[in-house]
Protein backbone atom coordinates (compact mmCIF):
# COMPACT_ATOMS: atom_id res chain seq x y z
CA UNK A 1 0.00 0.00 0.00
CA UNK A 2 3.26 2.09 0.72
CA UNK A 3 4.16 2.06 -3.04
CA UNK A 4 1.05 2.71 -4.35
CA UNK A 5 0.05 5.97 -2.80
CA UNK A 6 4.00 7.53 -1.98
CA UNK A 7 4.99 7.08 -5.58
CA UNK A 8 2.16 8.26 -7.99
CA UNK A 9 1.82 8.41 -11.35
CA UNK A 10 -0.95 7.87 -14.09
CA UNK A 11 -0.78 7.89 -17.94
CA UNK A 12 -3.94 7.32 -20.57
CA UNK A 13 -4.90 7.05 -24.06
CA UNK A 14 -7.66 9.16 -25.60
CA UNK A 15 -9.21 7.74 -29.17
CA UNK A 16 -11.10 10.74 -30.39
CA UNK A 17 -13.12 11.27 -32.92
CA UNK A 18 -11.65 9.96 -36.66
CA UNK A 19 -8.15 9.57 -36.04
CA UNK A 20 -7.58 11.41 -32.99
CA UNK A 21 -5.33 10.52 -30.63
CA UNK A 22 -4.16 12.43 -27.24
CA UNK A 23 -2.27 10.99 -24.23
CA UNK A 24 -1.91 12.36 -21.20
CA UNK A 25 -0.03 11.86 -18.02
CA UNK A 26 0.93 13.33 -14.53
CA UNK A 27 4.15 13.05 -13.00
CA UNK A 28 3.45 12.92 -9.48
CA UNK A 29 6.91 12.93 -6.91
CA UNK A 30 7.59 13.70 -3.22
CA UNK A 31 9.87 16.37 -4.00
CA UNK A 32 10.90 18.49 -7.32
CA UNK A 33 11.86 16.06 -9.89
CA UNK A 34 14.30 19.49 -11.78
CA UNK A 35 12.45 19.07 -14.66
CA UNK A 36 12.72 20.87 -18.09
CA UNK A 37 11.72 20.43 -21.40
CA UNK A 38 14.54 19.94 -24.16
CA UNK A 39 14.33 20.08 -28.48
CA UNK A 40 16.38 16.93 -29.55
CA UNK A 41 17.31 17.11 -33.14
CA UNK A 42 17.74 13.99 -35.74
CA UNK A 43 21.29 12.73 -35.82
CA UNK A 44 21.88 12.67 -32.56
CA UNK A 45 24.62 10.52 -31.66
CA UNK A 46 23.88 8.77 -28.31
CA UNK A 47 25.21 6.14 -25.76
CA UNK A 48 23.23 3.63 -23.80
CA UNK A 49 25.50 4.70 -20.64
CA UNK A 50 26.51 1.21 -19.11
CA UNK A 51 29.90 0.79 -19.69
CA UNK A 52 32.22 0.30 -22.84
CA UNK A 53 29.36 -2.40 -24.16
CA UNK A 54 27.00 0.19 -24.36
CA UNK A 55 24.21 0.39 -27.01
CA UNK A 56 25.23 2.62 -29.91
CA UNK A 57 22.86 4.74 -32.00
CA UNK A 58 21.85 7.73 -34.07
CA UNK A 59 18.72 9.04 -33.58
CA UNK A 60 16.14 8.96 -36.31
CA UNK A 61 13.50 11.08 -35.21
CA UNK A 62 13.51 14.39 -33.27
CA UNK A 63 11.51 15.08 -30.29
CA UNK A 64 10.56 16.92 -26.96
CA UNK A 65 10.90 15.53 -23.79
CA UNK A 66 10.74 16.50 -19.81
CA UNK A 67 13.69 15.78 -18.56
CA UNK A 68 14.13 14.21 -14.66
CA UNK A 69 17.16 15.96 -13.26
CA UNK A 70 18.49 16.95 -16.28
CA UNK A 71 20.05 13.24 -16.43
CA UNK A 72 17.24 11.09 -18.04
CA UNK A 73 14.02 11.05 -19.95
CA UNK A 74 10.50 10.83 -18.00
CA UNK A 75 8.55 11.89 -20.56
CA UNK A 76 7.91 12.81 -24.29
CA UNK A 77 6.83 13.05 -28.45
CA UNK A 78 9.24 12.14 -31.01
CA UNK A 79 7.49 14.07 -34.42
CA UNK A 80 6.00 10.98 -35.87
CA UNK A 81 3.48 10.76 -33.09
CA UNK A 82 4.93 7.95 -30.81
CA UNK A 83 4.77 8.94 -27.05
CA UNK A 84 6.55 7.51 -23.86
CA UNK A 85 5.96 7.67 -20.46
CA UNK A 86 8.00 6.93 -17.72
CA UNK A 87 6.01 5.57 -14.53
CA UNK A 88 7.24 4.10 -11.13
CA UNK A 89 6.52 0.46 -10.94
CA UNK A 90 7.57 -0.91 -6.43
CA UNK A 91 7.49 -4.60 -8.21
CA UNK A 92 9.83 -3.98 -11.01
CA UNK A 93 13.21 -6.15 -10.90
CA UNK A 94 15.74 -5.93 -13.36
CA UNK A 95 18.17 -8.61 -14.86
CA UNK A 96 21.86 -8.70 -13.65
CA UNK A 97 24.58 -6.85 -15.82
CA UNK A 98 27.27 -8.41 -16.24
CA UNK A 99 29.07 -5.55 -18.96
CA UNK A 100 30.11 -7.92 -21.49
CA UNK A 101 26.42 -7.80 -23.22
CA UNK A 102 24.86 -4.48 -24.88
CA UNK A 103 23.75 -2.42 -22.10
CA UNK A 104 21.04 0.36 -21.95
CA UNK A 105 21.23 2.59 -18.45
CA UNK A 106 17.34 3.13 -17.33
CA UNK A 107 17.74 6.97 -17.71
CA UNK A 108 18.43 6.60 -21.34
CA UNK A 109 15.36 3.73 -21.68
CA UNK A 110 12.69 6.53 -22.84
CA UNK A 111 14.76 8.57 -25.24
CA UNK A 112 16.29 5.24 -26.82
CA UNK A 113 12.30 4.52 -27.83
CA UNK A 114 11.99 7.72 -28.84
CA UNK A 115 15.09 8.25 -31.09
CA UNK A 116 14.67 5.13 -32.37
CA UNK A 117 10.74 4.11 -33.69
CA UNK A 118 7.81 5.83 -35.19
CA UNK A 119 5.40 3.39 -34.37
CA UNK A 120 4.24 1.32 -31.14
CA UNK A 121 4.99 -1.91 -33.41
CA UNK A 122 8.19 -1.35 -34.01
CA UNK A 123 9.31 -0.89 -30.63
CA UNK A 124 7.19 -4.04 -29.56
CA UNK A 125 9.21 -5.90 -32.83
CA UNK A 126 12.96 -4.84 -31.55
CA UNK A 127 12.21 -4.96 -27.77
CA UNK A 128 10.69 -8.66 -27.92
CA UNK A 129 14.37 -9.80 -29.62
CA UNK A 130 15.97 -8.22 -26.40
CA UNK A 131 18.89 -6.27 -27.53
CA UNK A 132 20.16 -4.60 -24.54
CA UNK A 133 20.16 -5.49 -21.24
CA UNK A 134 18.40 -2.70 -18.98
CA UNK A 135 20.63 -1.66 -16.33
CA UNK A 136 19.29 0.87 -13.15
CA UNK A 137 20.83 2.35 -10.14
CA UNK A 138 19.89 4.24 -7.05
CA UNK A 139 17.12 6.93 -7.19
CA UNK A 140 19.01 10.71 -6.63
CA UNK A 141 19.24 11.16 -3.14
CA UNK A 142 17.57 7.92 -2.19
CA UNK A 143 19.43 4.09 -1.04
CA UNK A 144 16.55 2.66 -3.03
CA UNK A 145 16.69 1.55 -6.62
CA UNK A 146 14.90 3.03 -9.49
CA UNK A 147 11.84 0.80 -10.58
CA UNK A 148 9.83 2.04 -13.19
CA UNK A 149 7.76 0.16 -16.24
CA UNK A 150 7.00 2.09 -19.65
CA UNK A 151 4.19 3.42 -21.36
CA UNK A 152 3.94 3.48 -25.57
CA UNK A 153 1.50 5.11 -27.54
CA UNK A 154 1.68 5.93 -31.16
CA UNK A 155 -0.78 7.85 -33.57
CA UNK A 156 -2.84 5.35 -34.34
CA UNK A 157 -3.67 5.09 -30.85
CA UNK A 158 -1.69 1.34 -30.80
CA UNK A 159 -0.14 1.22 -26.95
CA UNK A 160 1.77 -0.88 -25.09
CA UNK A 161 3.09 -1.17 -21.59
CA UNK A 162 7.19 -2.32 -20.83
CA UNK A 163 7.60 -3.97 -17.54
CA UNK A 164 10.69 -5.85 -15.93
CA UNK A 165 9.07 -8.81 -14.20
CA UNK A 166 11.54 -11.54 -11.98
CA UNK A 167 14.40 -10.26 -14.01
CA UNK A 168 12.75 -10.60 -17.53
CA UNK A 169 11.09 -8.20 -20.10
CA UNK A 170 7.20 -8.25 -20.37
CA UNK A 171 5.40 -6.88 -22.42
CA UNK A 172 1.89 -5.91 -23.08
CA UNK A 173 0.67 -4.76 -26.15
CA UNK A 174 -2.96 -3.78 -27.23
CA UNK A 175 -4.47 -0.69 -28.51
CA UNK A 176 -7.08 -1.75 -25.60
CA UNK A 177 -4.52 -0.64 -23.12
CA UNK A 178 -5.43 2.98 -22.58
CA UNK A 179 -4.54 3.33 -18.82
CA UNK A 180 -1.88 2.55 -16.77
CA UNK A 181 -0.73 4.05 -13.22
CA UNK A 182 1.75 2.61 -10.77
CA UNK A 183 1.61 -0.68 -8.79
CA UNK A 184 0.15 -3.51 -9.13
CA UNK A 185 2.03 -4.81 -12.21
CA UNK A 186 0.06 -4.18 -14.99
CA UNK A 187 -1.65 -7.80 -15.48
CA UNK A 188 -3.25 -7.01 -12.06
CA UNK A 189 -4.23 -3.87 -13.43
CA UNK A 190 -5.82 -5.44 -16.12
CA UNK A 191 -8.24 -7.43 -13.34
CA UNK A 192 -8.65 -4.12 -11.65
CA UNK A 193 -10.25 -3.00 -15.18
CA UNK A 194 -12.66 -5.84 -15.38
CA UNK A 195 -13.90 -5.25 -11.60
CA UNK A 196 -14.65 -1.98 -12.18
CA UNK A 197 -16.33 -2.62 -15.59
CA UNK A 198 -18.74 -4.76 -14.07
CA UNK A 199 -19.93 -1.80 -11.09
CA UNK A 200 -20.17 0.66 -13.72
CA UNK A 201 -18.81 4.37 -12.88
CA UNK A 202 -21.64 6.08 -12.85
CA UNK A 203 -22.99 4.17 -9.49
CA UNK A 204 -19.62 4.04 -7.84
CA UNK A 205 -15.89 5.35 -8.89
CA UNK A 206 -13.11 4.95 -5.90
CA UNK A 207 -12.05 8.74 -5.07
CA UNK A 208 -8.21 7.87 -3.17
CA UNK A 209 -4.83 8.90 -4.74
CA UNK A 210 -4.02 5.11 -4.77
CA UNK A 211 -2.61 3.69 -7.84
CA UNK A 212 -5.87 1.47 -8.30
CA UNK A 213 -8.42 4.30 -7.66
CA UNK A 214 -6.79 6.38 -10.14
CA UNK A 215 -6.75 3.29 -12.65
CA UNK A 216 -10.23 3.05 -12.03
CA UNK A 217 -11.44 6.74 -12.34
CA UNK A 218 -8.97 7.41 -15.94
CA UNK A 219 -10.64 4.40 -17.31
CA UNK A 220 -13.68 5.08 -16.53
CA UNK A 221 -13.48 8.89 -17.75
CA UNK A 222 -11.13 9.07 -20.24
CA UNK A 223 -13.74 6.96 -22.31
CA UNK A 224 -17.07 8.55 -21.02
CA UNK A 225 -15.45 12.26 -22.09
CA UNK A 226 -16.85 13.52 -25.83
CA UNK A 227 -15.10 12.61 -28.92
CA UNK A 228 -15.82 16.06 -30.20
CA UNK A 229 -14.59 17.14 -33.60
CA UNK A 230 -12.98 20.33 -31.69
CA UNK A 231 -9.52 19.93 -31.12
CA UNK A 232 -9.73 22.98 -28.27
CA UNK A 233 -13.16 20.94 -26.65
CA UNK A 234 -10.79 17.78 -26.99
CA UNK A 235 -7.46 19.00 -24.98
CA UNK A 236 -9.85 20.46 -22.41
CA UNK A 237 -11.53 17.26 -21.77
CA UNK A 238 -8.08 15.01 -21.83
CA UNK A 239 -6.51 17.76 -19.17
CA UNK A 240 -10.16 17.41 -17.06
CA UNK A 241 -9.39 13.82 -16.51
CA UNK A 242 -5.67 13.84 -16.01
CA UNK A 243 -6.45 16.67 -13.29
CA UNK A 244 -9.26 14.64 -11.86
CA UNK A 245 -6.46 11.60 -11.43
CA UNK A 246 -3.45 13.91 -9.93
CA UNK A 247 -2.57 14.36 -6.10
CA UNK A 248 -3.08 17.61 -4.54
CA UNK A 249 0.06 19.15 -4.32
CA UNK A 250 1.28 19.32 -1.11
CA UNK A 251 -1.19 16.35 0.48
CA UNK A 252 -0.02 14.62 3.64
CA UNK A 253 -1.89 12.48 6.20
CA UNK A 254 -0.50 11.38 9.53
CA UNK A 255 0.18 7.79 8.59
CA UNK A 256 1.86 9.02 4.88
CA UNK A 257 3.90 11.71 5.16
CA UNK A 258 5.72 11.04 2.72
CA UNK A 259 2.83 11.34 0.07
CA UNK A 260 3.68 12.35 -3.60
CA UNK A 261 2.03 15.46 -5.14
CA UNK A 262 0.96 16.02 -8.69
CA UNK A 263 4.45 18.11 -9.93
CA UNK A 264 3.29 17.93 -13.40
CA UNK A 265 0.78 17.04 -16.41
CA UNK A 266 1.65 16.75 -19.91
CA UNK A 267 -0.74 15.90 -22.91
CA UNK A 268 0.51 15.04 -26.14
CA UNK A 269 -2.09 15.86 -29.18
CA UNK A 270 -0.50 12.98 -31.53
CA UNK A 271 -1.98 14.05 -34.96
CA UNK A 272 -1.43 18.18 -34.51
CA UNK A 273 2.17 17.13 -32.78
CA UNK A 274 1.45 19.49 -30.13
CA UNK A 275 3.30 19.00 -26.65
CA UNK A 276 1.15 21.06 -23.89
CA UNK A 277 2.56 21.41 -20.03
CA UNK A 278 1.20 22.45 -17.05
CA UNK A 279 2.48 22.79 -13.59
CA UNK A 280 0.78 22.30 -10.34
CA UNK A 281 2.13 25.39 -9.30
CA UNK A 282 1.93 27.59 -12.75
CA UNK A 283 -1.29 29.28 -13.73
CA UNK A 284 -0.96 28.55 -17.17
CA UNK A 285 -0.83 26.23 -19.65
CA UNK A 286 1.48 26.33 -22.83
CA UNK A 287 2.59 24.22 -25.79
CA UNK A 288 5.21 23.20 -28.21
CA UNK A 289 4.34 22.55 -31.70
CA UNK A 290 6.59 20.03 -33.37
CA UNK A 291 5.47 20.66 -36.61
CA UNK A 292 7.16 24.40 -36.62
CA UNK A 293 10.46 23.35 -35.08
CA UNK A 294 13.53 22.60 -36.50
CA UNK A 295 14.24 19.01 -35.86
CA UNK A 296 16.12 18.56 -38.83
CA UNK A 297 19.80 16.15 -38.71
CA UNK A 298 21.60 19.41 -40.63
CA UNK A 299 20.38 22.60 -39.18
CA UNK A 300 18.17 21.51 -35.92
CA UNK A 301 19.74 22.58 -32.88
CA UNK A 302 19.50 21.36 -28.98
CA UNK A 303 17.19 23.90 -27.34
CA UNK A 304 15.95 23.70 -23.82
CA UNK A 305 13.34 25.86 -22.13
CA UNK A 306 14.38 26.02 -18.18
CA UNK A 307 11.24 25.32 -16.06
CA UNK A 308 12.79 26.65 -12.49
CA UNK A 309 12.04 25.00 -8.93
CA UNK A 310 9.03 23.11 -9.11
CA UNK A 311 8.20 24.09 -12.48
CA UNK A 312 7.39 27.59 -11.39
CA UNK A 313 8.67 29.73 -14.24
CA UNK A 314 5.67 31.00 -15.86
CA UNK A 315 5.13 30.66 -19.85
CA UNK A 316 2.05 31.11 -21.73
CA UNK A 317 0.27 29.70 -25.49
CA UNK A 318 3.13 28.59 -27.78
CA UNK A 319 6.60 28.41 -26.33
CA UNK A 320 8.41 27.81 -29.47
CA UNK A 321 10.96 31.08 -29.17
CA UNK A 322 11.31 30.73 -25.43
CA UNK A 323 13.56 27.95 -26.30
CA UNK A 324 17.35 28.08 -26.24
CA UNK A 325 19.98 26.95 -27.50
CA UNK A 326 22.22 24.43 -25.06
CA UNK A 327 24.25 21.49 -24.71
CA UNK A 328 22.47 17.98 -24.46
CA UNK A 329 22.68 16.75 -20.71
CA UNK A 330 24.41 13.73 -20.15
CA UNK A 331 21.85 11.09 -19.58
CA UNK A 332 22.91 9.03 -15.76
CA UNK A 333 24.55 5.94 -16.05
CA UNK A 334 27.60 3.61 -14.61
Known sequence: MLATSVYACTRFVYHGHGDEIITARSMDWKVDVGTNLWVFPRGMQRSGEAGPNSVKWTSKYGSVIASGYDFSTTDGMNDAGLVANLLWLAESTYPEYDGKTPGLS???????????????????DTLKTEPFTLVTDNVPGENRLATLHLSLSDASGDSAIIEY???????HHSRDYQVMTNSPIFEKQLAMEEYWKQIGGTVMLPG?????????????????????ENEVESIASVFSVIRNVSVPFGLTTP???????TRWRTVADQKRLRYFFESAVNPNIFW???????????????MTLQLGKNQSTIYSGMANEQFKPAKPFKFLGL
Open 106 to 124: IAVWTQYVLDNFATVQEVV
Open 165 to 171: IDGKQVI
Open 208 to 228: TNRASDRYARAMFYVNAIPKS
Open 255 to 261: NEPNISS
Open 288 to 302: VDLKKLDLSEKTGKV
